[in-house]
T-cell receptor, first 116, second 112 residues
């Protein structure tokens, strides 16, 4: 079974600075998808960024980018120019690309605080 | 656009009571799923459906039933609520298996 580990229960960053959230995963598969979801206090789960394992290029969405290291099974999220609205729980998630695979496996989350 | 709508947003039950959590999506998505979120545990898959009439179990299905009679609706039933089912429940939908999932706003369920 796949597992997703987020080793930082809490992180903080100064407004306008850059922060990196860590995620590692364990799998024997070669084709899969990785995601970062943001959960603000409103409780809504918001997709931040998605990476397909067969793509070597790191995904980028505006101020959010990932560092995908397939051999190391690492998938970190970098938030640049941090804003107060970035304060939230961030979840890393894995999903197999294999036929019949539907389950998202989530890490336990990292709580990000943004200091004004 | 409504997206994924969950009702109710909050509910308190007594042990042994039954309840149905509603989930509806208006995006014509084939894939729908239910997760529960517990403190320090992340989200865990309860049940999922790949289309009307088709459902299957996820990681933590015990104590829950689902059905999918239409593409739009995917209700989650607790037949006999237990305190261990106190959690926040999320419904999600996706256009296809390889598409990102869209989540509802969640239902906070407390069982006394």
């Amino acid at each position: 079974a796949q597992t997703v580990t987020q080793s930082q229960p809490e992180m903080s960053v100064q407004e306008a600075e850059t922060v990196t959230l860590s995620c590692t995963y364990d799998t024997s598969e070669s084709d899969y998808y990785l995601f970062w979801y943001k959960q603000p206090p409103s409780r809504q789960m918001i997709l931040v960024i998605r990476q397909e394992a067969y793509k070597q290029q790191n995904a980028t969405e505006n101020r959010f980018s990932v560092n995908f290291q397939k051999a190391a099974k690492s998938f970190s999220l970098k938030i640049s120019d941090s804003q107060l609205g970035d304060a939230a729980m961030y979840f890393c998630a894995y999903r197999s690309a294999g036929a019949g695979s539907y389950q998202l496996t989530f890490g336990k989350g990292t709580k990000l605080s943004v200091i004004p | 656009n409504a997206g994924v709508t969950q009702t109710p947003k909050f509910q308190v039950l007594k042990t042994g009571q039954s309840m149905t959590l509603q989930c509806a999506q208006d995006m014509n998505h084939e894939y729908m799923s239910w997760y529960r979120q517990d403190p320090g545990m992340g989200l865990r898959l309860i049940h999922y459906s790949v289309g009307a009439g088709i459902t299957d179990q996820g990681e933590v299905p015990n104590g829950y039933n689902v059905s999918r009679s239409t593409t739009e609706d995917f209700p989650l039933r607790l037949l006999s609520a237990a305190p261990s089912q106190t959690s926040v429940y999320f419904c999600a939908s996706a256009e296809g298996r390889n598409q990102p999932q869209h989540f509802g706003d969640g239902t906070r369920l407390s069982i006394l």
